[in-house]
């Protein structure tokens, strides 16, 4: 592989979306920033330059990170901030992946605007496991608020409630022309008749999973999180915030002048409220001579499942299944070292006295939490303090490993539906083969979670429905083709189970990909320790890794 170098200036800049102006934070004064390319095996060295007030973090979701987790980038977590005025050198392998994946700042709420594209192309003279596209286009679907979004998530952090929600999704920053004032700020795609499309596309939405469809067109998935899986045919897909789909799109023989939208909108269970607005963009036919009769040619506009279609996404994710051929073999942990159950879900804090609240009642604030232990930030990075045998007062190892006072998960809450806080996490030794079932719990509202874990893929072995049993269940894995991704929806109501090799060492922070359930503690982190071999350690932190 090669060296490609990029520079990122977090800047200030303005932007007008929804007839709304307002000063956002970029990189090099992009939305959304720019694109990244590389080839498997390649080396990016990103030089991040802090020009604004806020501290920043960035994340390259999906990037395994081998022994390279100073580059990971979640704030506190595998770093301190770049401060105002100061400079961080992101380096790091891509190995062994080609696909799809994306960057976002990893602090706060900054998400919102701080994200971009990663293309990153099979070894040059490598070819894709299905027809070579015509031509390859990203689609990253997002929100827009009109509010700072910083301000957004601290009100609601002091109230307690729920945080507002967004005023728009968008496509590739793009409102499009179902809301206000946004016919000009459409996504359009202009199409060739009979060519193969490769549409790489992300959800970099804050706090929604997204059905996405385009009208009279089927699309053939290839691709999840930069792994190849096993060809289908769909309408419609469902992407959870963190993950990322490639879909050919063939185009049709003969339609010249047509225009067919593409819309994405939310799948929504929980019963909090949301935003159910929807995005469109335009699949435009290319006229070999434009003329005005064409002009009045309908509109095409897809249907899009039901806004709490849970069937539709299990039957969706169901179909997900790894190559696993000999040239992309499926390397499923076939015996397990450790076994984990997680409950995932929502849950309360109490409101502190003398302060009113608007959580779930007037006495309690939201929160959410794994195993009940809602996470609490830390100050310091827990990689560093991992690194340097600084652990105290920083960061415990008694996350607990399944639920202290087991429940009906997925029936009848318990009456205390109170947290833990703390900065808990699991230690496992280097090459620990991991099996983490995930229960979604019914506190507060069964939603699905979409659990991203950095520095691993995961193959997602058995999923289903109802309070996972351990006698039953496990005979239902999927071993041989499972999928294989780095982001998945715990199905609301159900469970999810995972399993993993940890072969990384270093500090890796696994959370719900809903910024909301995030800020409200739906967080943990994994310490691998360091194996034997020198290959198998964390080497030390750059030169100029950022200092708290
Ligand atoms: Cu895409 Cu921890 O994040």
Not at 64 to 83: L, V
Request: glycine share 8%; net charge positive; hydrophobic share 35%.
């Amino acid at each position: 592989g090669i060296t490609r170098h990029y520079k990122f200036d977090i800047k200030l800049q303005n932007v007008t979306r929804l007839c709304h102006t307002k000063s956002i934070v970029t990189v090099n004064g992009e939305f959304p920033g720019p694109r990244i390319v590389a080839r498997e095996g390649d080396r990016l060295v990103i030089k991040v330059v802090n020009h604004v007030q806020n501290n920043i973090t960035i994340h390259w979701h999906g990037i395994r990170q081998i022994r390279s987790g100073w580059a990971d980038g979640p704030a506190y977590i595998a770093q301190c901030p770049i401060q105002t005025g100061q400079t961080y050198v992101y380096n790091f392998t891509v190995v062994g992946q080609r696909g799809t994946l994306w960057w976002h700042a990893h602090i706060s709420w900054l998400r919102s605007t701080l994200y971009g594209p990663m293309v990153i192309l099979p070894k040059r003279g490598v070819p894709y496991p299905f027809p070579q596209p015509y031509k390859e286009v990203p689609l990253i679907f997002g929100e827009w608020w009109n509010a700072d979004t910083e301000a957004v998530i601290n009100q609601a952090t002091k109230t307690g409630g729920g945080p507002n929600v967004s005023d728009a999704y968008t496509i590739n920053g793009l409102p499009g022309l179902l809301y206000n004032c946004s016919a000009k700020d459409t996504f359009r795609l202009s199409v060739k008749p009979g060519k193969t499309y490769l549409l790489r596309l992300i959800n970099a939405a804050l706090n929604d999973d997204l059905f996405f469809s385009i009208a009279n067109h089927t699309l053939t998935t290839v691709d999840v999180d930069a792994v190849y899986v096993k060809p289908f045919e769909t309408e419609t897909i469902i992407i959870t915030p963190g993950q990322t789909t490639n879909v050919l799109l063939k185009t049709k023989p003969n339609y010249p002048g047509a225009t067919f939208l593409m819309m994405a909108r939310p799948y929504a269970t929980g019963s909090g409220t949301f935003d159910n607005s929807t995005v469109a963009g335009m699949l435009e036919y290319q006229h070999p001579k434009p003329s005005t009769s064409i002009k009045n040619l309908p509109l095409f506009k897809p249907t899009l499942p039901a806004l709490n279609d849970t069937s539709f996404v299990a039957n969706f994710t169901n179909k997900l299944r790894s190559l696993a051929n000999v040239k992309y073999p499926a390397n499923v942990p076939r015996n397990v070292d450790k076994h984990f159950f997680f409950t995932v879900g929502l849950g309360t804090n109490p409101c502190p006295k003398n302060h009113t609240c608007q959580g779930p009642t007037n006495t309690t604030m939201f929160a959410a939490a794994i195993n009940n232990v809602s996470f609490i930030m830390p100050t310091k990075a827990l990689l560093q303090s991992h690194f340097s045998r600084q652990s105290n007062g920083v960061f415990t190892t008694n996350l607990p490993t399944s639920p202290l006072i087991p429940f009906n998960y997925t029936g009848t809450p318990p009456n205390n539906t109170n947290v833990i806080d703390g900065t808990k996490v699991v230690s496992i030794p280097f090459n620990t083969s991991v099996e983490l079932v995930m229960q979604g719990t019914s506190i507060l509202g069964a939603e699905s979670h979409p659990l991203h874990l950095h520095g691993f893929n995961f193959f997602v072995v058995g999923q289903g429905f109802g309070n996972f049993d351990s006698k039953k269940d496990p005979a239902k894995y999927n071993l041989v083709d499972p999928v294989e991704r780095n982001t998945v929806g715990v199905p609301a109501g159900g469970w999810v189970a995972i399993r993993f090799h940890a072969d990384n060492p270093g500090v890796w922070f696994m959370h719900c990909h809903l910024e909301v359930h995030t800020s409200w503690g739906l967080k943990m982190a994994w310490v691998v320790e360091d194996g034997k071999l020198p290959n198998q350690k964390l080497p030390p932190p750059p030169a100029d890794y950022p200092k708290c």
